[in-house]
């Protein structure tokens, strides 16, 4: 029961690290970009069910 509970702990930490590695190549898109692309896309999916 007990290696079992540890297991789980450092699993995860091996994803945090790769989370928190900054790539120079990757492609960074603001929050703020992302929310307005898709409420627009989901205006113009209305106007278009509208017509």
Excluded: Q
Excluded at 16 to 34: G, L, S, W
């Amino acid at each position: 029961m007990s290696s079992s509970d540890g297991g789980g702990l450092m699993s995860s930490a091996g994803l945090v690290r790769y989370f928190d590695a900054e790539d120079r190549n990757a492609i960074r898109i603001d929050p703020k970009t992302v929310v307005a692309f898709g409420a627009m896309s989901g205006i113009l999916i209305l106007m278009l069910n509208a017509l």
